[in-house]
């Protein structure tokens, strides 16, 4: 193993960097040509070819490649279209099982000449198993037997030598992005959608709504116009939101009471006033439907600490406060 020890200089460490950027932007930028050009029936062909077929994506490669094509199962599967990575090396060992004549193989190599793809190439064309490759080598073994071919622009690699796969890799993790997306916007994949991938994390406490995090019923802090304050402050000390809805007759949420405005009226005397007195009319509010995110801006827009959730007659269904979000993750 060679190592040397490295000798940084700071100047010289951005310069490096700015060249691998603006040569790596030079991939992508050749990209989006060929795509608007040679690449255009082809990547419209592979859309529709992956959007018609009842199984799933099978993502094959080899070395840098593999890496950057097991990123790229991941994302049509997160995104609803069902895929996974196999290894062609333990395709060849007994994975090509794993492969079924409904799927497709998305087989990438950046000269296509990759010897350990030969045998799920081979299987593909035995079971008749569309295969789209994705390479730069446009007369390669990998080409010829594709039935779809998404031909890479030949740009210079970011490495000084030309030789470690960089603006090659970024050009493949960018097409395929662009597949896992376009399939996407196809099918009307939503948020809703995606949260169903996603259900953990913090990604997946941002998709929820704040009908799923919500108190209600009973739980909600809730008193008539006309109630006194001493009644409504007991309500705010029993529920614990820091905040209580008024509603008039009808059920109709027309203001709110909150510790600020209690604390702006200890001037006056509590004891003698009705909640009509002190409330705050029209307060913020947000629909079950909002998202947690949304909810959240909210909050923070205000300076506020909870907020009441009513239906589309201004009815009061529910309550959510920060410490939920915070309890979810989105906080």
């Known amino acids: 193993m060679i190592k040397r020890q490295a000798k940084v200089d700071g100047n010289g460490a951005i310069a490096s960097a700015i060249r691998t950027v603006e040569t790596e932007k030079a ?3 050749a990209l989006s040509a060929a795509l608007q050009g040679g690449l255009y029936d082809a990547f419209c ?3 529709r070819l992956i959007g018609d077929i009842s199984g799933r994506v099978v993502v094959t490669g080899i070395g840098k490649s593999g890496h950057i094509g097991a990123k790229i199962a991941a994302t049509f599967a997160s995104t609803g279209t069902p895929s ?14 794993m492969i079924a004549r409904d799927d497709v193989i998305l087989a990438m ?3 296509g000449e990759s010897a350990e793809l030969q045998g799920i190439i081979n299987y593909s064309r035995r079971f008749q198993i569309p295969l789209i490759a994705i390479t730069s080598g446009e007369r390669s073994a990998l080409a010829r037997e594709a039935d779809t071919l998404l ?6 690699e970011a490495c000084p030598h030309g030789l470690a796969p960089t603006t090659s890799t970024l050009m493949q993790l960018a097409l395929g992005d662009a597949l896992a997306v376009a399939l996407l916007e196809a099918r009307g994949f939503s948020a809703t959608d995606f949260k169903t991938f996603h259900p953990g994390g913090k990604l997946g406490a941002s998709l929820s709504h704040v009908g ?7 739980n909600m802090p809730l008193v008539a116009l006309g109630t006194s304050m001493p009644d409504a402050v007991m309500t705010l000390a029993q ?4 905040c209580v809805g008024v509603v008039n007759e009808e059920g109709i949420l027309v203001g709110i009471v909150t ?3 209690i604390a702006r009226n200890l001037t006056r005397n509590l004891a003698e006033l009705d909640v009509d007195d002190v409330m705050t009319r029209n307060p913020k509010t947000v629909k079950p439907a909002t998202l947690a995110t949304s909810a959240l801006g909210l909050l923070n827009q205000h300076n506020i600490s909870a907020l009441l959730v009513t239906d589309e007659a201004f009815r009061p269904v529910g309550v959510v406060h920060f410490h939920d979000l915070l309890r979810i993750g989105v906080a």
């Open 151 to 156: 031909l890479l622009p030949k740009e210079q």
């Open 45 to 47: 062909e592979a859309v």
């Open 27 to 29: 991939g992508l930028v």
């Open 212 to 218: 799923d995090i919500m108190h209600s019923g009973e």
């Open 239 to 242: 529920k614990r939101y820091g």
């Open 109 to 111: 190599s950046w000269s």
């Open 259 to 261: 510790d600020g405005d």
């Open 84 to 97: 996974f990575f196999v290894h062609p090396v333990e395709a060849n060992h007994g994975d090509l099982g």
